[in-house]
């Protein structure tokens, strides 16, 4: 049973536009929620992370918006760039534990 | 160089062959993690290790056994292949503490004829 559940499966924007990618969990023990990208032919590498009890977080042009009520999270690219064409994965973790359960991913395509 | 090194990067084999993985990091993390990835079913958690004397279970590890030879090795094996294992496999590390940010190695694609 998926633990984190992802949508989109993939989603292509134009430069400029503002991709989403949301994600959802039933686990109310979860208590840390990252987001990693993944280029072709790479590992994934951390983006951003967000804690419960914040509900927004931003680093650049990525950010996450967290919905503890509805126990949902979502990834929001700012005037995204070709360069930001990869798979995106969100993730929890357990409190107490290291183990992070990954999304299925989405695939993001950005247009020129 | 890679602070994460797989190795080989990709094997081609034949079912019921015994196949080793080989993970190697110089990050000086004590935890070290085995993933594989399927299109359209994400990364799933095989085995991981909290340190040399420490090895658990994940969500997927029937088929697979692992071997932590030291501190910076972390190494996954298919005692006997099959079609199914065909997949693309991440090794990973990470340190204790409330980020756990995961440092992923680059890969090893396995396919099993």
């Known amino acids: 049973q998926q633990q984190v559940k992802q949508s989109p499966q993939s989603l292509i924007v134009q430069k400029g536009g503002i991709p989403i990618i949301n994600c959802a969990y039933e686990?109310?023990?979860?208590?840390?929620f990252p987001w990693y990208q993944q280029f072709p032919g790479k590992g994934p590498a951390l983006l951003i992370a967000?804690?419960?009890?914040?509900s927004e977080k931003k680093e650049g042009r990525f950010t996450i918006s967290f919905n503890k009520s509805a126990k949902q999270f979502s990834l929001h690219i700012m005037d995204s760039q070709p360069g930001d064409s990869a798979t995106y994965f969100c993730?929890?973790?357990?409190?107490?534990?290291?183990?992070?359960?990954f999304g299925t991913g989405t695939r993001l395509t950005v247009i020129p | 160089d890679a602070d994460v090194t797989q190795t080989p990067r990709n094997r081609i084999t034949k079912t019921g062959k015994r196949i080793m993985l080989e993970c190697s990091q110089t990050?000086?993390?004590?935890?070290m993690y085995w993933y594989r990835q399927d299109p359209g079913l994400g990364l799933r958690l095989i085995y991981y290790?909290?340190?040399?004397?420490?090895?658990n279970k994940g969500e997927i590890s029937d088929g697979y056994s692992v071997s932590r030879q030291a501190q910076a090795k972390f190494s996954l094996s298919l005692e006997s292949a099959i079609p199914n294992q065909t997949a693309l496999y991440f090794c990973?590390?990470?340190?204790?503490?409330?980020?756990?940010?995961?440092?992923f190695g680059p890969g090893t694609r396995l396919t099993v004829l």
């Open positions: 990973a590390t990470s340190v204790a503490g409330t980020n756990n940010e995961q440092f």
């Open positions: 686990n109310t023990a979860f208590d840390y």
């Open positions: 967000i804690r419960p009890d914040v």
């Open positions: 993730a929890a973790r357990k409190g107490g534990a290291n183990n992070l359960f």
């Open positions: 990050k000086g993390h004590d935890r």
């Open positions: 290790s909290f340190d040399v004397k420490d090895i």
